[in-house]
């Protein structure tokens, strides 16, 4: 993506200069490219939670009206 502006760039900008200490993600792959590339751009390390990716599908399972196991 030489030259070209990329979607996160906003976002990267509006987070410069803040006191962020760090970027947490889930583990799908686009999530964890957008971390990285932020992270990158405030010179820290992103952390990745597979928690999160439980969450997401806890969304999908809800919406569809289904339930969970527990636990």
Same mark, same amino acid.
């Given at each position: 993506?030489? *030259?070209?502006?990329?979607?996160q760039e906003p976002a990267a900008r509006a987070l410069q200069g803040? #006191?962020?200490?760090?970027? +947490?993600? #889930? ?19 992103? +952390? ?6 439980? *969450? ?7 919406l569809r009206g289904l339930k969970?196991?527990? *636990?």
């Amino acid at each position: 993506m030489a *030259g070209a502006s990329r979607p996160q760039e906003p976002a990267a900008r509006a987070l410069q200069g803040g #006191s962020i200490g760090a970027i +947490v993600s #889930s583990p799908l792959r686009r999530a964890l490219e957008t971390a990285g590339y932020l992270a990158n751009r405030l010179g820290i390390e992103p +952390v990745e939670d597979a928690r999160l990716r439980l *969450g997401i599908f806890a969304d999908i399972a809800h919406l569809r009206g289904l339930k969970l196991p527990e *636990g």
